[in-house]
DNA sequence: GTCTATATAGTGATAGAC
DNA sequence: GTCTATCACTATATAGAC
């Protein structure tokens, strides 16, 4: 869509973030050039730098938002029975995951191309997150409603296997979101039991 | 390490191979240059087109020879019984990705620098693989050793959780890998009775 | 705020000498 | 088989016109 001057600002923003995201994760933050984001927003590579200082910066400014959302999303219920707010643990992060899969793909996948100050407060924030799953855990444990040997292992394994359902889950397939975290969830019980 | 004229095709070959594994692993495909890859070998970067007809061939080799051996190197037994053949998987899987973690790396997060044929073939080999874990789960829930809602499922959810051991493990650590593979085997043990 | 033009450096791949 | 030199592009980022 071509574009002649004037002025965008209020517009232009969210529409750079925008084709970064889904630039990054189709292709990889290395293979997106700064001319293609530009191409796919509708403007001139020049006026990128309006909206961000470097490529690395927009990198960055993306994951740290992704992750930002996540941990405000997430409510835990300290005073709720273990196994309920562990069940919502599990529905939470599918649903969430399944709604941003872009968002998910760099969050995962381009943690090598952050500067290595970008990585440390990327992963303070997803170990942040992990932490609410360890607490729902740790209190199961304490309450007698789990069975865990590892608290800290078992997060991850949980984490792992429930992240894994943005890698080949389609809505048009043979199930549905619900459907799914019903099946996970079901998993998870029988895990922590 | 500087090199001179002449023939070295015995070694050279592997240590393309190598270099490239590394760095692809390090830093991903789109951002290690032919360049980088000669330097490490300590070649210069028209050697390498000995060695490879070009960088997609080159990724590609990499990751169809890990899912190769990926394929001989786990053996199913179909006559055991079910309980000891998934433990024989959940141990083997842990060991085999702990062994080549850069392989592995690349053969998860390169994918979408592939063309669409060589996806298309990469792709297949890992159904195959798949498919070993999912006959194994069947029959299992045909002699009635496992409860089990949908085996499809619960084959990638077992595999994710499996593979994200290497995002996280590391030998000088608390744990050591007998450890991590019991732990992970008492999971995957409760979560399909 | 967006444009065009440009500086500076790097890219994959090939040709031909040795 | 490896080297050097080169082609044709593309990269990020900036400067200054409008």
Same mark, same amino acid.
């Given at each position: 869509?071509?574009?002649?001057? &004037? ?73 709720a029975a273990a196994d309920a707010r562990l069940q919502h643990f599990v529905t ?41 799953l360890?607490?729902i855990l740790?209190d199961g444990?304490?309450?007698?409603a789990f ?11 949980i984490?792992?296997?429930?992240? &894994? ?20 969830w079901?998993?998870v019980r029988?895990?922590v039991?």
């Amino acid at each position: 869509m071509a574009r002649t001057a &004037g002025s965008h600002s209020q517009i232009t923003g969210p529409r750079v973030r925008a084709a970064a995201l889904k630039l990054f994760s189709d292709q990889g933050f290395a293979a997106v050039s700064m001319r293609a984001i530009a191409q796919e927003v509708g403007v001139q590579v020049g006026a990128l730098y309006n909206y961000t200082r470097d490529k690395q910066t927009l990198l960055f400014d993306l994951m740290q938002s992704h992750m930002d959302t996540l941990l405000r999303a997430f409510e835990d219920n300290p005073q709720a029975a273990a196994d309920a707010r562990l069940q919502h643990f599990v529905t939470f992060h599918i649903a969430f995951h399944h709604d941003r899969p872009d968002a998910v793909f760099i969050a995962y996948m381009e943690l090598r191309n952050l500067t290595p100050d970008n990585f440390a407060r990327i992963e303070t924030l997803r170990r942040r997150y992990e932490d609410r799953l360890e607490a729902i855990l740790r209190d199961g444990v304490a309450q007698g409603a789990f069975d865990i040997v590892d608290t800290k292992i078992t997060t991850l394994a949980i984490i792992a296997m429930l992240t &894994g359902v943005n890698t080949w889950f389609r809505p048009e397939g043979r199930l549905s979101l619900v459907d799914v975290q019903t099946q996970y969830w079901d998993m998870v019980r029988k895990l922590v039991s």
